[in-house]
């Protein structure tokens, strides 16, 4: 069994910053991927941002230049830093972790960010 769990969410006012950590624990061999998801109220959960093992990244139009992600593979912990927000950015985060050829998803953490 695989556990994930994100922290670093919170309340920020638009144009401040955030770091989100995620922590991958339990039956880990290797993991393939780990990526950012977010889910608005009302709105389908989307891809912020992912990094694949060999560390290459994508990440969501929207966030591009904004966000950044990384990871450490030794530690199997994932994180994104989050600059510029804007209200648009407030979203439930949750973790992925792909271990193939399943998927583990965090709890979430929620991100708030005033205009």
């Known amino acids: 069994q695989v556990q994930v769990v994100e922290s670093g969410g919170g309340l920020v006012q638009a144009g401040g910053s955030l770091r989100l950590s995620c922590a991958a624990s339990?039956?880990?061999?290797?993991?393939?991927?780990m990526g950012w998801y977010r889910q608005a109220p009302g709105k389908q959960r989307e891809l912020v941002a992912g990094i694949n093992r060999g560390g290459l990244t994508n990440y969501a139009d929207s966030v591009k230049g904004r966000f950044t992600i990384s990871g450490d593979n030794a530690k199997n912990t994932v994180s994104l830093q989050m600059n510029s927000l804007k209200p648009e950015d407030t979203a439930v985060y949750y973790c992925?972790?792909?271990?193939?050829?399943?998927?583990?998803w965090g709890k979430g953490t929620l991100v708030t960010v005033s205009s």
């Open positions: 339990g039956s880990i061999f290797s993991i393939d991927g």
């Open positions: 992925n972790v792909n271990i193939v050829p399943r998927s583990y």
